[in-house]
């Protein structure tokens, strides 16, 4: 968290909501995302770095 991060509190000195810059807010945003792309494709079939190499190379965008 940077030094400009704010914690609202209640009355009790309970935190109870956050204010955050909004640069800090959309690289977590991008984060969640990402980790929810990850949770859908879970289950997926994993390639090897052979096999990912091997595409690239077919597909061109890899030199030999």
């Not at 968290?1 to 959309?26: C, H, I, N």
């Amino acid at each position: 968290m940077s030094a400009s991060t704010q914690f609202l509190t209640d009355s009790r000195g309970e935190k109870v909501a956050v204010v955050l810059p909004l640069e800090e807010y959309d690289s977590l945003m991008e984060d969640l995302q990402d980790l929810a792309v990850l949770a859908e494709r879970r289950d997926e079939p994993r390639l090897s770095l052979d096999e990912v190499k091997e595409r690239l190379k077919a597909d061109g965008l890899l030199p030999d």
